[in-house]
Nanobody, 123 residues
Framework: QVQLVESGGGLVQPGGSLRLSCAAS????????MGWYRQAPGKQRELVAT???????NHADSVKGRFTISRDNTKNTMYLQMNLLKPEDTAVYYC?????????????????WGQGTQVTVSS
């Protein structure tokens, strides 16, 4: 089995910072693309940023210059450094991973979502 666990959400004032983490655990062979998505109340889930296995990143226009995605392949962990937070960044943030893991002794492709972590930006 594979599990994605997010941490680091919370309440922060406008202009503040938070750092989210997403750790993948289990009999993992390789983690390919990882990404952060968010969903605000009454809105569809939207892409925040993605990062490939060799570190190529993509950030949504709404967060460019404020958020930075990164990863530590030795720990199968992804991060999202969020600076200059705005009230419109308030949402549940989900991590996503596309990976290969051992299942019954064989490598298998698998994709999964984390359970989500709440980020609230408010004064």
């Amino acid at each position: 089995q594979v599990q994605l666990v997010e941490s680091g959400g919370g309440l922060v004032q406008p202009g503040g910072s938070l750092r989210l983490s997403c750790a993948a655990s289990g009999r993992i062979v390789r983690v390919n693309v990882m990404g952060w998505y968010r969903q605000a109340p009454g809105k569809q889930r939207e892409l925040v940023a993605t990062i490939t296995g060799n570190g190529i990143t993509n950030h949504a226009d709404s967060v460019k210059g404020r958020f930075t995605i990164s990863r530590d392949n030795t720990k199968n962990t992804m991060y999202l450094q969020m600076n200059l937070l705005k009230p419109e960044d308030t949402a549940v943030y989900y991590c996503y991973a596309d990976l290969v893991y051992y299942n019954e002794g064989r490598p298998r492709a698998y994709s999964d979502w984390g359970q989500g972590t709440q980020v609230t930006v408010s004064s």
